[in-house]
């Protein structure tokens, strides 16, 4: 059988949408993290790779569910994470969340709903900030924020890319509902444009992409550590930035990514929120 690092997209942390174990996280914590994105890299890969079968992914996908628990040695990604958790003494079950939306990622092409919708960000997005608070020993109490940030975070993706993921991978995350009520079908996003209806779709998908959003808004004053409570302050930044430019952009035929020359601005905005969120009482130590 095809190894899982056949099937690698050459993609790594610096690619992402999002900081990924940034230099804004402190030294001590980054392999960890680290640990955690190669695996998940690796798990979406497989998930992601357009020509090889169903079949072969999960078999993939269970080498390493099976590596991560002890139960094989099979996945080098697996290993490691289970490795690294255990140094920690953290439990595989964020790992585990992740690889169940990876198995619906080659399992399930279509999501009726929005709650649909949300169900998978469940197990795609959610389970990533919940590690990463985890390794930093923040309270669960921090859960509700991050579960709303990680959501948002999934559902700009899937808007960013609902065009390739259709063509690609055959794959729609756009609510069938809102299509069937605008008489669309899922070949609209096979279309160079956005025509009217598709783009009112989008749209509103963004609007209510905003609700999540604001529901994160206290997020990162919650989080202890004032290096991660900063990360999470870029994070809200960026994302509410990508948010407004899907509200005004066609992501079947415009850029709806960050610039690098973007980059300082939205950086400088965000440490100016973290500023004025540590003007409240503090609650923890760096």
Known sequence: ???????????????????????LIAKKHRPTVMAFYRFARV???VADHET???????????????????????????VGLRHALAARSLSPQHGLDLLEAFRRDVTKLRYAIWEDLMDYCRYSAMPVGRFVLDVHGESRA?????????????VINHLQ???KDFRILNRVYLPLDLLEQASLTVEV???PKAPPALREILRAL????????DA?????????????????????????????????????ADRVHHTKWEMPGLLARATMLFASARLRPKRGTP
């Open 161 to 163: 890319d609902c065009a």
């Open 1 to 23: 059988m095809t190894a899982a690092a056949d099937l690698a997209s050459g993609k790594g942390h610096t690619d992402e949408n999002f900081p990924v174990a940034s230099v």
């Open 216 to 252: 994160a808004r206290p997020f990162a004053a919650q989080i202890r550590n004032r290096r991660l409570s900063l990360e999470v302050s870029l994070i809200q930044t960026l994302a509410d930035d990508l948010n407004d430019k899907l509200l005004a952009r066609d992501p079947l």
């Open 206 to 213: 963004a609007r209510r992409n905003a609700t999540l959003l």
């Open 142 to 154: 921090t859960w509700p924020a991050n579960d709303a940030l990680c959501a948002a975070l999934q």
């Open 52 to 78: 090889a079968s169903r079949e072969e992914k999960l078999a993939l996908l269970e080498q390493m569910r099976a590596s991560l628990t002890g139960e094989s040695d099979a996945s080098p990604e697996g």
């Open 189 to 191: 996003l096979n279309q």
């Open 43 to 45: 798990a979406d890969d």
